[in-house]
């Protein structure tokens, strides 16, 4: 949520570390910590979406390279070398680094580098359900699903110790991306065959092994991750000894510790903040345009959102204007379509519904609600890259809906209770939003939208017909132009019918102390210290 905020690594402490509950210092030689904005769900990556979950100690085959001025994105060698693809786009054969180490930790002690046992077990636990893990933790892999994996890789081969090949049903033009996303970051099969052996398959995402430049030593919810470099990592020793996730919910709280020099990069400081850290002589204000977008989404399974005229009511109820203004306060703009603008496939013909109380209430009255009716309105309860203040856009919007009779009252969960209740389409209207993984538009499209991400990301539980097969047939050619055509009817089915209220998105500022030497913002909402050194 991506939901955002997947997908970050959060703060570090000295090496050898302090007793618990010891305040955190950023004096201590080459520990660098990030005052991040909440806590993980977990570990295991491939089972969340949540833009607050990572695991900086894994890492997926290829690694992302941001080419927005070439219209998109592409992927470079990580832990997989080099690859193919056959003449019909269904074969892919990977060539794998050799010469890559697990991790050595408390909990598992790797006997051997890794190698294509490794690949195959990464993905066959979330595609197979007769997989031996997948049995023993029968978990929603929710990016997998939503993206249809399961039903398309039909199979997956070790050709031999260090070749894979992975064969698919119909082509995937955007697969490759996919495998460069947080979510396909490999696991060890050699620790998952010691978890099964000790019934322990719950270690995964508690106690985690990877290839990635960073260690996990350990974890205090709510309050600290600690990691150390990874001496051993493929590409070099990271130049900082130690990374500390500082997890700090309160905006004006890390705005406090980077000012006073407690931590050194922060993350998604609210408007009213910007200024102020612009004019602090310590700080450096990183900001990049979001690839995001914020959205109320109006759960079609739960009445009256199964009617289109309501779901439109709703849209001309709100005014999106005074809304940003008044959230997003000069680092937003009004969201027309359910992905960014900055990303190709936009369908700049798409017009915004406006502001029309009036003719609100003449829908509302066509769907037989003349006075209106009453239902539930989710804050978000933290803040996100794609909105600042959940709870007051609530209360912004609760004020519109009121003034066309809607009765809206105001929901707020904690966080994680907010994701497991969302998953399981319990919201009327709920606030989300998303943070692109990939800088292709199947991944707002298909994955925030489609049918296939209905139980999953797709929490209105809305499955148009029409609108699907759009995005599943833009998805089987690699065709860029007609990509764009099929992704642009998509977005006008997407109006047309209604199912969220797109609100913003947002310009993305991260604060990072001047003494953080080769520190880069991702648009894809994660964070990445390998490369980064202090002076």
Not at 33 to 62: H, K, M, W
Not at 73 to 90: M, Q, R
Not at 328 to 355: D, F, I, S
Request: charged share 20%; hydrophobic share 40%; aromatic share 10%.
């Amino acid at each position: 949520m991506k939901n955002p905020p997947a997908r970050a690594l959060r703060a570090a402490l000295a090496f050898g570390f302090a007793a618990a509950g010891a305040s955190l210092t950023a004096h201590a030689a080459g520990t660098l910590i990030y005052c991040s904005e909440g806590s993980p769900e977990g570990f295991d990556v491939a089972r969340y979406t949540a833009g607050t979950t990572f695991n900086a100690s894994s890492q997926p085959l290829f690694n992302r390279l941001v080419e927005f001025e070439r219209g998109g994105t592409a992927v470079v060698p990580g832990l997989a070398e080099k690859w193919t693809v056959s003449a019909d786009g269904l074969v892919y054969t990977f060539a794998l680094r050799r010469g890559v180490k697990f991790h050595s930790t408390d909990w598992f002690k790797p006997t051997r580098d890794f190698d294509a046992d490794d690949v195959v077990f990464t993905f066959d636990r979330m595609v197979n359900k007769d997989n031996a893990f997948h049995k023993a933790q029968p978990q929603s892999y929710q990016y997998a699903n939503d993206m249809g994996l399961p039903a398309n890789l039909v199979k997956l081969e070790k050709v031999d110790a260090h070749t894979v090949r992975m064969t698919l049903k119909e082509v995937d033009a955007a697969f490759v991306a996919n495998l460069a996303m947080d979510f396909a970051s490999i696991q060890s099969a050699e620790y998952g065959a010691q978890m099964l052996k000790a019934g322990a398959v719950g270690d995964i995402n508690t106690k985690p092994v990877g290839t990635g430049p960073f260690v996990l030593r350990r974890y205090e919810k709510d309050a600290q991750i600690r990691y150390a470099a990874h001496a051993a990592y493929w590409g070099g020793k990271p130049q900082i000894d130690n990374l500390i996730y500082s997890i700090t919910i309160d905006s004006a709280v890390r705005m406090q510790k980077l000012k006073a020099g407690e931590c050194h990069v922060g993350i998604y400081p609210k408007p009213a903040e910007v200024e102020v850290l612009k004019k602090d002589p310590k700080i450096e204000l990183l900001s990049l345009p979001g690839l995001n977008v914020g959205y109320l989404s109006l759960n079609v399974k739960r009445k009256p959102f199964d009617n289109a005229d309501v779901r439109r009511a709703v849209n001309l109820a709100i005014d999106k204007k005074a809304l940003v203004d008044a959230v997003y306060q000069g680092v937003g703009t009004p969201a027309v379509n359910p992905m960014p603008p900055t990303l190709w496939g936009y369908n700049k013909r798409v017009k915004g519904y406006e502001h029309d109380p009036a003719k609100a209430r003449a829908l509302l009255a066509k769907a037989g609600l003349p006075n209106g009716f009453e239902t539930k309105l989710w804050a978000l309860p933290v803040q996100r890259p794609y909105n600042p203040n959940g709870q007051q856009a609530a209360e912004l919007i609760q004020a519109d809906l009121a003034k066309v009779g809607i009765k809206a009252s105001i929901v707020k969960y904690e966080w994680a209770e907010y994701l497991k209740r969302a998953k399981n389409a319990e919201s009327d209207i709920g606030m989300f939003g998303w943070n692109g993984d990939n800088g292709d538009p199947d991944n707002f499209l298909a994955t925030l939208l489609g049918c296939a991400a209905v139980g999953g990301t797709n929490y209105g539980q809305w499955c148009d017909p029409e609108y699907d097969a759009l995005v599943v047939k833009a998805k089987r050619t690699t065709d860029r132009a007609e990509r764009t055509r099929l992704y642009e009817q998509a977005q006008e089915v997407f109006h047309r019918e209604a199912p969220w209220v797109p609100m913003a998105h947002s310009i993305v500022y991260q604060p990072v102390s001047k003494r953080v030497q080769g520190y880069r913002m991702s648009p894809f909402g994660s964070v990445q210290f390998f490369g980064v050194s202090l002076k």
